[in-house]
């Protein structure tokens, strides 16, 4: 059963970066996906620390607010 859970939320956090414009997307795929250090993002995408930092959490709050809507218009219940 919590394997079932962590993949449904898995699932739901895919879909939710997907929906993420492109900047905010790769952000998001170069540090939680490649495990990359912000100031490594930054470089790779000709950012400065200061706006990859912007982006990364302008994407958090974009994936808070597509998973919490989810969550509400699905009635899902997650666990912590």
């Given amino acids: 059963l919590w394997a079932l859970m962590a993949e449904e939320r898995a699932a739901q956090v895919r879909w939710a970066v997907s929906r993420l414009p492109l900047p905010e997307k790769r ?3 170069m540090i939680y996906w490649d495990d990359l250090p912000l100031r490594t993002v930054g ?3 000709g950012f400065t620390d ?5 982006i990364h959490h302008r994407a958090l709050g974009q994936l808070r607010r597509s998973l919490l809507y989810r969550l509400h218009v699905r009635g899902m219940a997650w666990e912590s």
């Fill in 27 to 29: 952000v998001i795929r």
């Fill in 43 to 45: 470089r790779h995408m």
């Fill in 50 to 54: 200061t706006r990859a930092n912007q």
